[in-house]
């Protein structure tokens, strides 16, 4: 039951149950009830990337402005981009061209950067390499480094990343894109190939997305609603390893599920990559993972969180491992907010009990 493009440019569809007793009144209600404008989409198995079992859809989608046909077709997947290249970089470390503990001038000796020698792959994956910060400086609502009048070089081995540091690696973590740009340049030291011709064909082709990519080359994704107009537009390549990932909600399904049937990485190395440290706020490499009580669930329930955001657009990628589980949910419009699963409230925490909790708490 893949989505059609009719689906996907639809401005207001129902739910779509299958079958199974997926309890998806619930997840409506809790979608009705936050006023959630965007696309949610679960796999309720890790068999769910096939469609042979439950799986449950949702699309309710503001109208796209007029920019030919099929309008609308992907979504930007902002951080999650970080996700995938964790699992790349895990990949090589399974393959022994990448050791997690040895600094990043191990594998770009052209790395300009004065901590180049002391941060590690590690130190990259849990933002805590002591780099600059693109995101710092916001001008015109959107950050000097990604505009079109930007004057800086983003090469990340000679250009903006490895300018000033801001601390030393290993302290506390302090969410920067260019680490994962970095990252994405080690990726291609070590392959001979870009990160994300690596993303195509280590993931997305033997997976089978049918639309995903790195920009630019996406001319139809959706855009996002800022107060009720329309944002302004991003050159979402400037992203590049650290947000430059677009494609389908079906898709995160098809990587969240082969994740957890071992498809992509082997026990030892997605057991290392989904080591939450809770002196780090439960970080991972790539992603958060932690455990808490769910409304309705007997016992915590263990959760893999990567989150996005560019522009108007948000994203939570969702993976509940014990529950052969995942949620994928892209809102189109801000304000939203998603709430934190651990507080034990809000949108996000409602969505993840309604999917995965069988009964509600009176």
């Known amino acids: 039951m893949i989505r059609t493009f009719a689906t996907l440019l639809a401005i207001s569809l129902p739910a779509a149950a299958v079958a199974g007793d997926f309890p998806s009144d619930r997840v409506t209600a809790v979608i009705n009830a936050a006023g959630f404008e965007g696309d949610v989409a679960i796999a309720d198995s890790i068999k769910a990337s096939d469609y042979s079992a439950a799986r449950y859809s949702y699309v309710g989608l503001l109208p796209e402005p007029d920019r030919g046909w099929p309008d609308g077709l992907t979504w930007r997947w902002a951080s999650v981009t970080k996700q995938v290249i964790a ?3 895990m990949r090589e470390v399974e393959r022994g061209t990448i050791d997690l503990d040895q600094p990043v001038a191990t594998y770009l000796p052209a790395f300009a950067s004065a901590n180049a020698g002391t941060a590690t792959i590690r130190n990259l ?18 950050p000097a ?3 079109s009048d930007f004057t800086g070089s983003r090469d990340p081995l000679t250009g ?26 080690v990726l291609e030291a070590v392959t001979g190939t870009s990160w994300d ?11 089978g997305f049918e639309f995903a990519g790195a920009y630019p080359g996406e001319q139809f994704t959706r ?17 590049s390893a650290a947000a430059g990932l677009y494609g389908q909600p079906d ?27 809770p002196a780090l706020g439960y970080m991972a490499l790539g992603q958060w993972v932690f455990e808490v009580p769910l409304k309705g669930c007997d016992d915590p329930v263990k959760i893999v969180e990567r989150r996005g955001d560019v522009g108007a657009v948000q994203v939570r990628n969702f993976i509940l491992p014990d529950r052969q589980m995942a949620v994928v949910a892209f809102s189109q419009k801000k304000p939203f907010d998603f709430g934190e699963v651990w507080q034990g409230s809000g949108f996000a925490h409602d969505l993840l009990a309604a999917a995965a909790c069988p009964v509600e708490t009176p």
Request: net charge negative.
């Open 145 to 147: 480094f990604y505009r």
């Open 160 to 185: 903006f990343c490895a300018g000033p540091v801001t601390g030393e690696p290993g302290g506390d973590w302090a969410y920067n894109n260019c680490d994962y740009m970095v990252l994405g340049a």
């Open 125 to 142: 994956l849990q933002h805590r390499a002591g780099l600059p910060n693109p995101d710092a400086g916001e001008e015109m609502g959107l």
């Open 251 to 277: 898709d995160l399904l098809k990587l969240d599920t082969a994740l957890m049937r071992g498809e992509l990485l082997g026990p030892e190395a997605l057991a290392e990559m989904w080591r939450g440290d």
């Open 223 to 239: 855009w996002g609603i800022v107060d009720g107009a329309r944002e302004q537009e991003i050159d979402l390549s400037t992203y």
């Open 197 to 207: 011709k690596l993303f195509l064909r280590d993931i997305a082709e033997p997976l």
């Open 87 to 89: 699992i790349l970089v």
